[in-house]
């Protein structure tokens, strides 16, 4: 994506900051509280984003907001203190104490939801509905490029993805990588995670020359930006295993997924294997919803840690 140069239009880029600032006013965050509650935001948006990832680390929460993990420390003390947040050692790592919602913090993360949606729907009323998808497909895009902007990487465009089968140097690490930020984010995932990940992987590379076994991955240049896999030999009696499927987080609901997944159907199917399956985490319903467009449907579920934490585990067949 092209950077903005000295000949950029001021007037544009002011007009922009104008809105932004509109913004500001009209959702309240000029106020001390916000959400009409009597916290200030960045404790309602602690409040939002651990009860979306069900829990997290303070370490975690002070990277996503992006505060100095002393003030974070400060916050989360007087919400535990109010009776919002209750802390957990982790089994894995004792120095690392989860951070979850009481059934009070539930209560408010009901009642801010609430507010905003009401928020959102008052102003989405006085708008058509090519106006509606317009201020969220351009507030989506507005809000990756200030994320790139932070990190430092590009926004990657979904025109320039190709999808290739096979190995590919250093796609070990870099799905990892995909996987390890992503959950650590999503669901508060740790070390424990991000090594059987990489052990998974580690294993399952040297299987690819076997022609059950399939890989692909999406690539921007050489950079890799997605994948998925099919093991068609660690479950046996003909039922491959998808594998691996992460899409980096510039290009979630750009298709990328689904190319991937067109690609590893086709496969599946010239091989005849007579299932797939898959295991995922109750809450990542974008997924499912994909995963149940390609003809994958819930079979079970169960409470289950082998992943560092307890989620409520699914196993999806096809």
Request: with cysteine.
């Amino acid at each position: 994506m092209q950077k903005a140069d000295s000949s950029v239009d001021f007037s544009f880029v002011d007009g922009i900051r104008t809105a932004s600032r509109r913004m500001v006013r009209e959702l309240g965050f000029m106020q001390s509280t916000l959400a009409a509650t009597d916290y200030p935001p960045s404790a309602v948006h602690a409040i939002i984003e651990i009860g979306a990832r069900k829990s997290m680390s303070a370490a975690q929460l002070a990277e996503f907001l992006g505060l100095e993990k002393s003030s974070v420390s400060r916050m989360v003390r007087k919400l535990v203190e109010a009776g919002e947040l209750q802390e957990q050692a982790s089994d894995v790592d004792g120095r690392v104490k989860w951070l979850a919602l009481t059934p009070q913090g539930r209560r408010t993360l009901t009642a801010v939801q609430s507010f905003g949606r009401k928020q959102v729907v008052g102003a989405l009323e006085q708008l058509n509905a090519d106006q509606q998808q317009a201020v969220a497909q351009g507030l989506s895009v507005y809000a990756q490029a200030l994320e790139a902007r932070r990190s430092g990487e590009a926004i990657v465009q979904a025109d320039d993805i190709r999808i290739v089968a096979g190995y590919h140097t250093g796609v070990i690490g870099r799905i990892v990588q995909m996987h390890a930020m992503f959950y650590a984010r999503s669901v508060g995932f740790g070390s424990y995670f991000e090594s059987k990940v990489a052990a998974g992987l580690a294993e399952f590379a040297p299987r690819l020359e076997h022609a059950r076994n399939g890989l692909w991955l999406a690539l921007q240049g050489e950079r890799i930006v997605g994948s998925v896999a099919i093991d068609g030999q660690d479950l046996g009696d003909n039922k491959a295993h998808l594998r691996w499927f992460i899409v980096d987080d510039g290009l979630r609901g750009a298709g990328v997924g689904r190319r991937l997944m067109d690609a590893a159907m086709v496969f599946c199917d010239a091989q005849e294997f007579a299932s797939i399956q898959l295991w995922t985490f109750r809450g990542l319903d974008a997924a499912r919803r994909l995963y149940e467009g390609y003809g994958f449907q819930l079979k079970e579920e169960w409470p289950g840690a082998q992943w560092g934490k307890e989620m409520v585990e699914q196993r999806f067949e096809r």
